[in-house]
T-cell receptor
């Protein structure tokens, strides 16, 4: 059974388009995250949700909008895609959350987004 | 601000060699520390963790000790295998998020 899954695995699209990436976890965790990995493999958090509530929102352009319909799902919608959005996006989840959480996070396989 | 610094890669070793990947951190308080591994084309897998000073995390022959006095969490393995070839990330947990180092690519040759 896949613990944290993402769809699609690859996404190729043109500048200006709008796209979504979906994430689901079956670990029963209550906190989910989105991370961006750039071409140099540097990883940086974008958002986190705890029990469907946004708790971390790093300095990400407002073209990026996360949505959590329930504890097991966290989607990422990106409007007006730009070349610089090309990256690998990872979803993660952890048991426990909030600003004081130090629980380990479990990552999905990633979505490689290429904007042409 | 909080940060993690790892030794630069790529690191190339022969099979059965000893591995050390250095990691130092800057943070207020006492963050939890982690090593994650990313195999080619895959997501990150938790390799080991330590939650307080002098804790030793270990898994699959890898070890790392949380050293508060030197703010370090170096990754070691006594005898690497070709299958250990991957990118290794050191990270600290603070404020509900992981802060990663830049990653160290390890290549093990037969």
């Amino acid at each position: 059974d896949t613990a944290v899954s993402q769809t699609p695995k690859y996404l190729v699209t043109q500048m200006g388009n709008d796209k979504s990436i979906k994430c689901e976890q079956n670990l029963g965790h209550d906190t989910m995250y989105w991370y961006k990995q750039d071409s140099k493999k540097f990883l940086k958090i974008m958002f986190s949700y705890n029990n469907k509530e946004l708790i971390i929102n790093e300095t990400v352009p407002n073209r990026f909008s996360p949505k959590s319909p329930d504890k097991a799902h966290l989607n990422l919608h990106i409007n007006s895609l730009e070349l610089g959005d090309s990256a690998v996006y990872f979803c993660a989840s952890s048991q426990g959350g909030g600003a004081t959480s130090s629980y380990e996070q479990y990552f999905g396989p990633g979505t490689r987004l290429t904007v042409t | 601000g909080d940060s993690v610094t790892q030794m630069e890669g790529p690191v190339t070793l022969s099979e059965e060699a000893f591995l050390t990947i250095n990691c130092t951190y800057t943070a207020t308080g006492y963050p939890s520390l982690f090593w994650y591994v990313q195999y080619p084309g895959e997501g990150l897998q938790l390799l080991l963790k330590a939650t307080k000073a002098d804790d030793k995390g270990s898994n699959k022959g890898f070890e790392a000790t949380y050293r508060k006095e030197t703010t370090s969490f170096h990754l070691e393995k006594g005898s690497v295998q070709v299958s250990d070839s991957a990118v290794y990330f050191c990270a600290l947990s603070k404020g509900g998020k992981l802060i990663f180092g830049q990653g160290t690519e390890l290549s093990v040759k037969p």
